[in-house]
């Protein structure tokens, strides 16, 4: 079965130091691997996506992600924290090859950036 | 940027009870979700709806779960009587396109939040 493990509940950062939230996945077949970000009162916001190439993808506010097939890891990272990067962040995944489009979720982790 | 718009935000039922939330979809967008996350557990799919259909749906959306899209804009989730472990945030997605790779990107709303008492 498809499954998503987000390991820490909450991360705290002092702003300017770098950030990394964890994602492991576990699905059958090459995964599409997806960040989404919750900010308070606002929907889920698309932050990057894998689909195939470059393990490490660039996508909005600067943050990135490393796809590790080895570890079935997909990190969320930020070189530097800024406050206002302080939200929900919760990583997904679909298998290729399903038929079907649902997304696996994790069940989020909360960063924390301080002044 | 275009939205996903839901109501309402926050929504106080007695169990049992009949419960309609709405959303409306980015106006372009072709397919159609509900998500739902109890408080400290994952976001959880419950159905994906195109073409006036469902197209899909967990093992969750039994039959007091249905979704219509009665109006060409608004798509509604209705639990028929609703339970004490309803409670939970429910999300509507929307996308445009089904890209072959599968890649698909939804468009998320804000969440109504479900108490069911």
């Known amino acids: 079965a498809q499954s998503v493990a987000q390991p820490e509940d909450q991360v705290n950062v002092a702003e300017g130091n770098p950030l990394t939230v964890k994602c492991t996945y576990s699905?059958?077949?090459?995964?599409?691997l997806f960040w989404y970000v919750q900010y308070p009162n606002r929907g889920l916001q698309f932050l990057l996506k894998?689909?195939?190439?470059?393990?490490l993808v660039k996508g909005s506010y600067g943050f990135e992600a490393e796809f590790n097939k080895s570890q079935t890891s997909f990190h969320l990272k930020k070189p530097s924290a800024l406050v206002s990067d302080s939200a929900l962040y919760f990583c997904a995944v679909r298998a290729r090859g399903d038929n079907t489009d649902k997304l696996i979720f994790g069940t989020g982790t909360r960063l924390q950036v301080f002044p | 940027e275009p939205e996903v718009t839901q109501t309402p935000s926050h929504q106080v039922t007695q169990m049992g009870q009949e419960v309609i939330l709405r959303c409306v979809p980015i106006s372009n967008h072709l397919y159609f979700y509900w998500y739902r996350q109890i408080l400290g557990q994952k976001v959880e799919f419950l159905v994906s709806?195109?073409?006036?259909?469902?197209?899909?749906k967990s093992e969750i959306f039994d039959d007091q779960f249905s979704v219509e899209r009665p109006d060409g804009s608004n798509f509604t989730l209705k639990i028929r009587s609703t339970k004490l472990e309803d409670s939970a945030m429910y999300f509507c997605?929307?996308?445009?396109?089904?890209?072959?790779?599968?890649?698909?990107?939804?468009?998320f709303g804000a969440g109504s939040r479900l108490t069911v008492l």
């Open positions: 709806f195109y073409n006036n259909e469902i197209s899909e």
């Open positions: 894998y689909i195939t190439g470059d393990n």
């Open positions: 699905v059958s077949g090459n995964p599409y």
């Open positions: 997605a929307s996308r445009r396109t089904f890209t072959v790779s599968g890649a698909n990107v939804l468009t």
